[in-house]
């Protein structure tokens, strides 16, 4: 992997062990951003990343045209065409790194190629448009990949509690399901901690006790 700098001055991230006496190399943890087209998932990956986001987006041609599904956000002009990258530091232990997957059906083949490795997973859904949610519901399940299901509020959507939305999405009630604003650094931190508890409960003890800076 290569060289990447921490902010809090953890050694680079592939750095030789005892290079210096305060060297040492953080847990590289990787999470998945997904959820259908348009819900918000190249914005919480900008929001919330330390570093410049590394974003694919394109702007959207005629050749989508009677491909994909823009019913709810006819406005969209861009869309992510094979990843949304992004990093934020927990602490000098554990450095998480965020995958933006693309939302429209015609690319969801790149999904297993992402999905390797990952520890976690944060589903985002929006009230106006839920179904649009359930097939990253679908595959995190059937790969038993830890998620949550985070809710974007859009203006103008309805305001359901989280458990209408539990019950509307059909996810069981160990699966957190956050309420999150995805333009905004603090609520999509909070929706990260939310999926690195629950990860911590179900797979990995180690991140226990870390909250994000």
């Not at 005892?18 to 819900?39: E, Q, R, W």
């Not at 823009?70 to 992004?86: C, H, I, P, R, W």
């Not at 399940?141 to 830890?146: L, N, S």
Request: charged share 25%; glycine share 10%; aromatic share 6%.
């Amino acid at each position: 992997m290569a060289s990447v700098d921490s902010d809090d001055g953890t050694a680079p991230l592939g750095a030789e062990p005892g290079a210096d006496s305060g060297a040492h190399i953080p847990l590289a943890v990787k999470i998945l951003v997904a959820g259908g087209f348009g819900v918000g998932k190249t914005t919480m990956v900008g929001s919330v990343s330390e570093i410049a986001p590394l974003s694919t987006e394109e702007v959207m041609t005629e050749a989508s045209m009677g491909v994909d599904d823009l019913g709810g956000v006819e406005e969209k002009s861009t869309t992510t065409v094979a990843l949304d990258f992004g990093r934020i530091t927990v602490d000098r232990q554990v450095v998480l790194y965020l995958f933006g997957t693309p939302g429209q059906g015609r690319f969801w083949f790149m999904w297993d190629e992402l999905a390797e490795g990952a520890l976690g997973a944060v589903v985002l859904a929006d009230t106006r448009r839920l179904d649009t949610c359930f097939p990253a519901v679908d595959f995190f399940e059937r790969r038993k990949i830890p998620f949550v299901v985070a809710v974007n509020r859009f203006e103008g959507s309805p305001g359901y509690e989280a458990e209408e939305v539990r019950e509307a999405v059909d996810v069981g009630a160990d699966v957190p399901i956050v309420i999150t604003d995805a333009r905004e650094r603090q609520s999509s931190k909070s929706v990260l901690l939310a999926l690195v508890e629950h990860v911590m409960r179900r797979r990995s003890p180690a991140l226990s006790g870390r909250p994000l800076p």
